[in-house]
């Protein structure tokens, strides 16, 4: 069920840190990547990507730099929505439910893919001229855009809340080793089936992690937060 406002959410949040001895995160950005695959339409219609999304977001915004998350979905492949702020967003657990299922508009009920994601978080490829007459005759020249996080001023965390395995794992893996070093923290976040694709990530990258809930009505507001801080995750931060 979704049984908390926004400032309850806030406040646990707070009170999981200090039970923890935990003092809140360095600054970070962060980017939320939300799964719009067939697979998750039961978890979308009962409310429960918005509750965790809910509470990754005020999990979040206790570290997150200026409280802006672009929002992204995904299936096979990725769509940016646009950003959001914790504090800006109807304190109704209803209303925050009904806001997030028109934010994801038509972009839904696709299949799973992760590559996408992380292909969207590294720097892309162009190809310029450098000269001539109207650039017809110069120089080509490839050069590299900046990637999300070489372009911010803090490291980045970036949150995927998916249902199941992904059919991509080769690809993925591939370029989740490119985001080595690049000040970036991948969390998995996965409900329902068991993600083997971003488990088997988050065992092989110190920069990956990933956290499952079999069952989100089973697991206590208290311990969703506080599986959000892991422990390697805050290492990670500590490195920056």
Known sequence: MLNLTKPE????????????GVPSPKACNVKAFLDVSGSFKDEWEDGIVAKLFSRVLGTASSFDDDGDVPLYLFHNSVMERG?????????????FAQWLWKAA???????????????ALLPTEQVVNTGGFFGMFGKK?????????EAAADPM????????DADDYSEARSLAKQ??????????VNVSQ???????LSDEFDHVGHIYFPNLDRVSDEEIIGALMTEEFLRWRDKY
Request: aromatic share 10%; glycine share 6%.
């Open 83 to 95: 950003i959001v702020n914790f504090k800006n967003l109807p304190d109704s657990p209803s209303q």
């Open 141 to 149: 020249q490839v050069v590299q855009a900046q990637s999300m996080v």
């Open 194 to 200: 068991m993600a083997t694709c971003a488990r088997r």
């Open 105 to 119: 508009g038509t972009f839904q009920w696709g299949g799973t893919k992760f590559a996408p994601i992380f292909r």
């Open 179 to 188: 985001l080595e070093d690049k000040r970036i923290y991948v969390m998995f």
């Open 157 to 164: 965390v970036v949150y995927i809340l998916t249902d199941g």
């Open 9 to 20: 959410i806030t406040e646990k949040v707070k009170l999981s840190l200090t039970k923890r």
